[in-house]
């Protein structure tokens, strides 16, 4: 069974740093693409960054040039690095991946970021 375990969230001042983990266990990891998702008070999850198997990244407009996907294979991590927060980073993270078609792991318990202004 495929667990994902979000973890380094935290309440942090505008301008500084977090670095968030996935910590995947129980799945297939280094031919996955991982993705990292944002979910806003209120709105719907989003995606914000991706990995794939190669080490090319993606990135959603809003984070781009701030944050930065990484992965560790031996470890089966996915990491987050996120610089100059802004309040509207605010909200719960979570990593996923598609093994099959549209199909993803269930999600994780997420890891909460707060941006104070």
């Known amino acids: 069974q495929v667990q994902l375990v979000e973890i380094g969230g935290g309440l942090v001042q505008a301008g500084g740093s977090l670095r968030l983990s996935c910590v995947v266990s129980g799945s297939i990891f280094s031919t996955r693409t991982w993705d990292w998702y944002q979910q806003a008070p209120g709105k719907q999850r989003e995606l914000i960054a991706t990995?794939?198997?190669?080490?090319?990244?993606r990135y959603a407009d809003s984070v781009r040039g701030r944050f930065t996907i990484s992965r560790d294979n031996v470890k089966k991590t996915v990491a987050l690095q996120m610089n100059s927060l802004k309040p509207e980073d605010t909200g719960v993270y979570y990593c996923n991946a598609y093994y099959i078609g549209s199909r993803r792991y269930d999600w994780g318990p997420g890891t909460q970021v707060t941006v104070s202004s």
């Open positions: 990995i794939t198997s190669s080490g090319s990244t």
